[in-house]
């Protein structure tokens, strides 16, 4: 049997999401976009973190996918071909630094010398590197080890290592244990995005449904503010986070978060990122961000 397509010749929509990604785990429980697309097959592909989602859609393996702010600049440094999607504003305590209880470290300075775990190219990335400016610290004063998020809350159990940076919901699971503390978190810098990705191809192909993806996105935020116990319970059920977790980062979150094309604004800030990074030979050559990113059209 022939498969279904939609009037863009559409036959299936590859969405990335991860933990993190609230709205789009809404929307897989509810089939938002299964009821949007019609005729096209949906599918669904968990990542642990935003790298891993790029590598995905570098490989084509899924259309669109969500992520932290520093996730598509190591991947558009590599010349990957990536293009911003929409972006939507964080909330002000998605990520933190997370100490053992009990820790010596006191202030920013005392981080010098210590071992601090992240994910290299993850929106923890730029945290930390915040972190070390607001210290007046470099990252040679300090030893960064590269864990997965699962693997820096083990490392921190274990004492392993002297401070984890890190994002939600992995952030409130942990200080929710109640064995660690938090040295600062992203309260203490100015807002930071999350961006929705896809690649140049789709977005060529596909422009009309790229805007559907948009107009999906922020109908499932609508439905997120109308429906907030509802929503706690489909991120602890879809994620196994414990319920009193759920609450926690959806009390972090803002009250309305709507994905929108990417404006000046954003651009600029990002480009701010891109550049400190170039800057500290964190990224292999610096970048144009600018020229990634879809017009809606």
């Known amino acids: 049997m022939t498969q279904k397509t939609d009037e863009t010749g559409l036959e299936t929509l590859n969405i990335g999401y991860q933990k993190a990604a609230l709205k789009l785990i809404v929307a897989k429980k509810n089939q938002n976009f299964e009821q949007a697309f019609p005729g096209v097959k949906v599918e669904w592909k968990e990542f642990p973190a935003g790298p891993q989602t790029l590598e995905a859609l570098n490989a084509g393996s899924i259309d669109f996918g969500y992520t932290g702010d520093t996730p598509v600049i190591f991947a558009l440094s590599g010349n990957k071909p990536i293009n911003y999607l929409a972006y939507e ?13 009990g820790s010596p470290i006191k202030t920013l300075q005392d981080l010098k010398g210590k071992r601090i775990a992240l994910m290299k190219g993850s929106s923890a990335h730029y945290f930390l590197a915040q972190i070390l400016n607001k210290a007046n610290l470099s990252w040679q004063d300090i030893q960064p080890i590269w864990l997965t998020p699962a693997d820096g809350l083990a490392a921190l159990d274990k004492k392993s290592i002297d401070a984890w940076a890190i994002w939600d919901p992995y952030s409130s699971a942990a200080q929710l244990k109640g064995d660690n503390q938090v040295l600062i978190s992203a309260s203490e810098f100015p807002p930071a995005y999350s961006f929705y990705l896809s690649s140049p191809k789709f977005l060529s192909a596909h422009s009309k449904q ?6 999906t996105l922020n109908q499932t935020d609508d439905w997120i503010q109308a429906h907030p116990d509802e929503a706690v319970k489909i991120l602890a059920e879809s994620t196994g986070l414990d319920e009193a977790v759920a609450k926690k980062v959806f009390e972090n979150r803002l009250s309305s978060v709507q994905a929108k094309l990417v404006d000046e604004n954003t651009l600029q800030e990002q480009q701010k990122i891109a550049d400190l990074f170039a800057s500290l030979k964190l990224i292999p ?3 144009v961000l600018k020229d990634h990113v879809w017009k809606g059209k």
């Not at 504003?89 to 209880?101: D, E, I, M, P, T």
């Not at 790229?210 to 107009?215: G, L």
Request: net charge positive; charged share 20%.
């Open 89 to 101: 504003v964080n909330s002000k305590n998605a990520h933190s630094l997370l100490l053992a209880k």
């Open 210 to 215: 790229a805007h559907k993806i948009i107009e």
């Open 285 to 287: 050559h610096s970048v």
